[in-house]
């Protein structure tokens, strides 16, 4: 029993460290695609490949049907998080580093946190609020370096507001995601919203005549994003939440920042910064603290 234990742990850190890899890809990933490729189009894309890669696992799924009283809540969902996240994701990209869109991808965690206080009314300790405020801090360092007074040009002229902006919706679909995936199964649920969420981006996309301008040399890149950056990494988080639980898998989730920008120095060659130094420390400080926070939560829970 115990032996099967350590294994099963063994198994789920490694699906965590997995994930967190194939999600700090996305960014360097796709950032040779956009040069060539509209980012509404390639959002099309990567979501109906997300789509095409839960099919076994929905096919095999015996979990909770889908059911009238649940589509307003995975529309919402789709909307916010496979509709117009991905358009400002990609525009945002387009316009930024792959370096500083890895970094500011970690927002998503804060905005979570803040909007399950604002809106769902979820407690923090005194840890949970300084976690909170060095998130924000580090978000603003990699966006401004410090530099403040040209703090709205730089936001406009490298689409980091963009990537924010999406960061925020996303972290809206993880609330609402978390009430539909008491309904069902979960499997299923991203298949329907990369199927609708994609089937909607490829739709508008065609009606204003964008071509796909995807090459054969570039196919690589978006099966990577599409199926494994998307589709594969949220089945090896969902596996290791299973095994190792939320507190471990979020910590070593957070990581993606890292190998983020391991891969955009390594591929695109950009340059790394002591902003970015900085707001990485914060940032990774503060995601720590919050899963810190959430274990007392879960304990008292427990208790």
């Known amino acids: 029993m115990i032996q099967s234990n350590i294994k099963s742990a063994r198994i789920g850190y490694a699906s965590a460290i997995l994930c967190a890899v194939l999600v700090g890809s996305i960014s360097t990933a796709s950032k040779p695609v956009l040069a060539n490729t509209n980012p509404l189009m390639y959002g099309a894309l990567v979501y109906l490949l997300a789509a095409l890669a839960s099919v076994p696992l929905s ?8 059911r009238i009283r649940d589509w307003p809540l995975i529309l919402a969902i789709t909307a916010s998080g496979a509709i117009v996240a991905p358009i400002l ?10 370096s500083d869109t ?7 965690t804060i905005f979570t946190v803040l909007f399950a206080l604002v809106f769902f009314k979820e407690k923090l300790r005194p840890r949970g609020y300084l976690a909170v405020a060095l998130v924000l801090i580090g978000v603003i360092v990699v966006t401004t370096n410090l530099q403040f007074t040209d703090f709205l040009s730089n936001l406009k002229k490298e689409g980091n507001l963009l990537i924010i902006a999406s960061m925020a919706l ?3 679909d993880n609330n609402i995601s978390k009430i539909v995936a008491h309904r069902v199964d979960v499997s299923r649920l991203v298949q329907l919203k990369g199927l609708i969420g994609g089937g909607i981006l490829f739709i508008f996309a065609m009606a204003s005549k964008i071509p796909i301008g995807i090459t054969s040399i570039e196919i690589p890149n978006l099966l990577l994003v599409g199926m494994i950056g998307f589709g594969i990494s ?22 993606g920042t890292v190998f983020g920008l391991f891969f955009a120095v390594t591929f695109l060659h950009e340059a790394i910064g002591l902003y970015q130094i900085l707001a990485i420390a914060l940032m990774l400080t503060g995601i720590y603290l919050v899963t810190k926070e ?10």
Do not use: C, P
Not at 59 to 66: D, E, N, R, S
Not at 102 to 108: K, P, Q, R, V
């Open 59 to 66: 096919y095999k799924a015996k979990g909770l049907q889908v």
């Open 89 to 98: 994701f990609f525009t945002g990209l387009e316009q930024t580093t792959a």
């Open 102 to 108: 890895a970094i500011l991808s970690n927002s998503e």
């Open 170 to 172: 996303w972290a809206l």
């Open 234 to 255: 949220l089945y090896l988080f969902l596996h290791s939440l299973k095994r190792i639980g939320t507190v471990r898998t979020m910590l070593i989730y957070s990581t």
């Open 294 to 303: 959430s274990h007392s939560v879960e304990k008292i829970h427990q208790d």
